[in-house]
């Protein structure tokens, strides 16, 4: 008998340069859900555009629980680590992530997060100030766009600076793709044991700081216990760094891909938020799909999702959803684009990004003023990708000026 | 026209706020959301609609 099974492609595809794989746009064209199969063997759908994207992620009726029997793993490396780890809020589903989510949903308000604007803008000044003293050429993702957000992620939760590279060579480790799942493991331990004695010592000493008020508003009147702040605390110093960090430099490198677009930049900084927009639109470095699993049978679109099958939403592909934004491979910041995807959807959608936002907006409104004759020193085709990790970035981002 | 909030389901991402910052703001406690202006104009239906569209959870609507 005819395995129809075997015609399934197996996924991930492979990414060619800044854009999202080629393989992903004909499946898009097509039906918009693609079965493919998995490391393991296992199948699950793709989801590739804009409108079934934002439906699965909005619908209670799939889990990202991923002890759920079928929940899709897009590696082994993640599928040990998943497995084994306790969940922080992003693989918890109703009620016990809705009760997290809203401990934190104060702290990244818009008027909250506007509020830091003067402490982001001081930060970026002094990152700014560092390199351009010492001079090109520089490696502007080590030395430009990691210390940014790793500083103000520090400054939100009262996480010591001087411990970044602790923590960001963990992070690293853990939002692996490949590698050995123990040391993801390993390096989650570690730094969930850090931030443990981070909330002891804030319970002996408090400051004007998240971990603090965490301390104060939560745990001490019961509703939150300190393994639970530890899972919380150590998910927000790690999602809040790595993330931002790539799009800064992917959002460098397209602007100094094509000249103009940072001349214009600089000329108009009313464009940043076009600008931004447009770069977490194009870039959408979730590159892999938020995963989740059919809780029960569910149709979509003429599509029949079973009961324990996964589903991996491709944000990345969404974003290029040609039917929502017209000429997707085009990077445009002039182009008022429609709304993307890039920060998720549904009860999960990202936490952090009015923080990103900020952070992308003081950013690319001082670099053209502060360093107007930066350029890349590779060419664009001759960047380094980071091959092992689950957020797409660039290994390095070689510049000049 | 009039906006409705279901805060249910509202977990105080601030969509609405991002898309239509004369209608809504957020609870500084909860961060879910207020609604600042609850009568909306057929011209300022557009705007609404897109902070509508914009909210993760669907906790907002339109009724007549």
């Known amino acids: 008998m005819h395995d129809v099974e075997e015609d399934v492609p197996t ?17 898009r064209a097509d039906k918009g859900f693609q079965k493919v199969r998995l490391w393991n063997g296992q199948t699950a759908w793709l989801v590739l555009r804009h409108e079934g994207v934002r439906a699965i992620l909005a619908d209670n009726r799939f889990s990202v629980d991923p002890l759920k029997p079928g929940f899709p793993n897009v590696s082994e490396t993640r ?18 992530h809705t009760r997290l989510r809203r401990m934190l949903a104060k702290e990244f308000t818009h008027s909250r997060i506007e509020s830091l604007r003067l402490a982001v803008q001081r930060i970026v000044d002094d990152v700014l100030d560092t390199v351009i003293e010492r001079g090109p050429p520089a ?56 931030i443990s004695d981070l909330i002891a010592r804030r319970e002996r000493e408090p400051r004007d700081d998240l971990v603090t008020r965490l301390i104060q508003d939560q745990i001490r009147p019961g509703n939150l216990s300190h393994e639970e702040a530890v899972r919380m605390c150590e998910f927000l110093l790690i999602a809040g760094h790595e993330t931002t960090a790539n799009m800064l430099s992917l959002g460098t490198a397209s602007l100094l891909r094509d000249r103009p ?132 970035g660039v290994e390095a981002l070689p510049v000049t000026w | 026209m009039k906006i409705v909030a279901d805060l249910e389901r509202c977990i105080g991402a601030g969509q609405c706020v991002a898309n ?43 009724i007549q």
């Open chain 1, 11 to 27: 996924f991930p595809f492979e990414r060619l340069g800044l854009e999202p794989p080629p393989a992903l746009g004909p499946f």
């Open chain 1, 79 to 96: 599928a040990e680590l998943l497995l084994k780890e306790e969940p922080t809020l992003i693989r918890m589903d109703a009620p016990d």
């Open chain 2, 20 to 62: 239509a910052e004369r209608f809504f703001t957020q609870d500084e406690e909860t961060g879910q959301v207020v609604i600042q202006v609850p009568t909306v104009t057929e011209t300022e239906r557009e705007e609404v609609e897109m902070a509508i569209y914009a909210c993760p959870t669907r906790a907002l609507s339109l």
């Open chain 1, 139 to 194: 490696d502007f993702y080590t030395d430009v766009s990691l210390p940014i957000p790793s500083n103000v992620i520090c400054h939100i939760l009262g996480v010591p600076y001087e411990d970044h590279e602790f923590f960001e060579e963990r992070g690293t480790k853990k939002l692996a793709y490949r590698g050995d799942p123990e040391e993801a493991l390993r390096a989650t331990a570690e730094v969930r044991a850090y």
């Open chain 1, 261 to 392: 677009q940072y001349e214009s930049l600089k000329a108009n900084p009313s464009l940043t938020s076009a600008a931004i927009e447009e770069m977490l639109r194009y870039h959408s470095i979730v590159q892999y799909g938020l995963a989740r699993v059919a809780t029960e049978d569910v149709e979509l679109e003429g599509c029949v999702i079973r009961k324990g099958e996964g589903v991996l939403s491709l944000v990345n592909s969404a974003n290029w959803d040609s039917s929502i934004h017209p000429n997707p491979e085009h990077f445009d910041i002039h182009k008022k684009r429609a709304m993307h995807v890039a920060f998720g959807f549904g009860v999960h959608q990202c936490l952090g990004q009015p923080l990103a936002r900020l952070e992308m907006d003081v950013f690319f409104r001082t670099l053209p003023c502060r360093m107007p004759k930066l350029e890349l020193a590779v060419r664009p085709e001759d960047l380094r990708f980071k091959e092992r990790a689950l957020v797409f």
